[in-house]
């Protein structure tokens, strides 16, 4: 207790004599915003609804088990469900939607995933204004509400969101999973587009309602994983089909996909997540098929991806993409979900589902306000020409950690983000709070 009294005596001391103790004791405070949230990692200024829609997409190649040996298929009309979501009007009196999702992993009971959204189930869409579309694709065995948090905020930034669900076939065993898998190999892209194709369809004949919201000649593509595998031969990297990954794929089944590969999907802007595909022991491009993407590329990954491979793939796909300028955000220590919802599991949920949708060292909400941020800068940019969004792409140091803040003594600043006072620190990120993060950047020709 004695001690206790001299301290703040002597502090009272300093206090009476020296200007600097009255600035401690008075320090200025900005202005600043509650919430972890980089500056565009907010939500924007749109109400957002959300609905359903079922596609029908014909003279799709399907095989089963059996045809992975003898290399037959069959003909299907394949059916997809999408969830859109669209700047809407106020839903006064109604609640957000909460998303629910059941996975079933094999000999395990099922988990349930619920999140609470932020969007309004069946509002109705504005009446005026034309927004850019984006579509979004899952990875293997995910679902098209698992990025809702993403989607959503797109939306409410005004753009029109259309997420797939590739209804990839459940897991029962070793022979499913292979099977499963080679489903997707050959049905990712040609999904990605059909719906596309689809959904322009229906906004060259609806004045009104959600279609008729859609800029069609502005439209970005983000994919996740396996949707990124898609996505990158979708606008224009044609696959290397003599990979031995295509090896359980029928022959018949890869034709659609050479076909469509031929051109390149009118894709303004892409963004890959993790993109699945460039590893050496499943690489399923050349180096020369991914130079002739010329559409503005934004790669996210893990630094510690053993999905994807970061060193090795990831990192190998970002190098070859020399037709177009091109970003890659690097979470360090980050393995391969650097992506989707923060969901609130329960205690008992098996591991495997905790590892399906968690990373093991950043915390998922983080990651979602950072990926909204850097998300709708690149959107910004390439689909709206807003040319003020390259201040918050173009970091001024490669590693967050070395961007300066020079702040004056007992400086208090209550959520400030960096702007221009603050050039070199990553713009819209709080002092102190952009960390474990790279930018790399090289442009078309590097």
Do not use: C
Not at 132 to 146: A, E, K
Not at 167 to 179: M, N, Q, S, V, Y
Request: charged share 20%; no cysteine.
């Amino acid at each position: 207790m004695k001690k206790r009294y001299v301290a703040l005596s002597v502090l009272a001391l300093v206090g009476v004599g020296a200007g600097t103790a009255a600035y401690v004791a008075t320090p200025p405070v900005h202005e600043g915003a509650p919430g972890e949230a980089p500056e565009l990692g907010r939500p924007g200024e749109h109400t957002v609804g959300t609905r359903e829609v079922t596609f029908a997409l014909p003279d799709r190649l399907t095989f089963g088990k059996l045809d992975m040996v003898t290399g037959g298929t069959q003909s299907e009309t394949r059916e997809l469900q999408v969830r859109l979501y669209y700047p809407a009007e106020a839903a006064a009196g109604t609640s957000p939607i909460t998303y629910t999702h059941t996975m079933e992993p094999p000999d395990m009971e099922p988990v349930t995933f619920e999140y609470i959204g932020s969007s309004y189930a069946d509002a109705a869409a504005v009446s005026e204004g034309q927004f850019p579309l984006v579509i979004m694709s899952h990875g293997f065995n995910g679902w098209s509400t698992q990025f809702s948090n993403l989607a959503e905020h797109i939306a409410s930034r005004g753009y029109v969101v259309a997420s797939i669900d590739h209804a990839d076939r459940k897991l029962e065993g070793a022979t499913d999973f292979i099977h499963s898998f080679a489903q997707v190999l050959a049905s990712r892209s040609l999904d990605q587009r059909q719906v596309l194709s689809q959904i322009l369809e229906h906004n060259a004949i609806d004045d009104g309602g959600v279609f008729g919201l859609i800029d069609p000649e502005q439209v970005g593509l983000i994919g996740y994983s396996m949707g990124g595998y898609g996505a990158l031969a979708t606008v224009g990297g044609d696959y290397d089909y003599e990979s031995d990954t295509f090896d359980t794929v029928p022959t018949d089944a890869l034709a659609p996909v050479k076909d469509a590969a031929s051109d390149a999907a009118p894709i303004d802007a892409m963004i890959a997540f993790a993109p699945w595909g460039g590893q050496p022991d499943n690489r399923v491009w050349s180096a020369e098929s991914l130079t002739r993407i010329t559409t503005p590329v934004m790669i996210v990954s893990g630094s510690e991806d053993d999905v994807s491979n970061y060193t090795e793939g990831v990192s190998w796909i970002f190098d070859s993409l020399t037709g177009t300028d091109r970003r890659m955000l690097v979470y360090r220590d980050a393995r391969h979900n650097i992506v989707g919802n923060a969901f609130d599991l329960p205690d008992d949920a098996p591991f495997r589902a905790i590892e399906f949708v968690n990373e093991p060292v950043w915390r998922q909400g983080r990651i979602n306000a950072i990926n909204q941020h850097f998300v709708a800068a690149f959107l910004d940019l390439n689909l709206k020409g807003d040319e003020e969004m390259t201040e918050y792409l173009d970091v001024p140091v490669q590693n967050s950690n070395a961007g300066s803040w020079n702040v004056a003594f007992g400086e208090q600043l209550n959520g400030k983000m960096a702007g221009e006072d603050e050039p070199d620190h990553w713009r819209g990120f709080q002092r102190r709070w952009a960390l474990g993060l790279e930018m790399l950047g090289k442009a078309k020709g590097e």
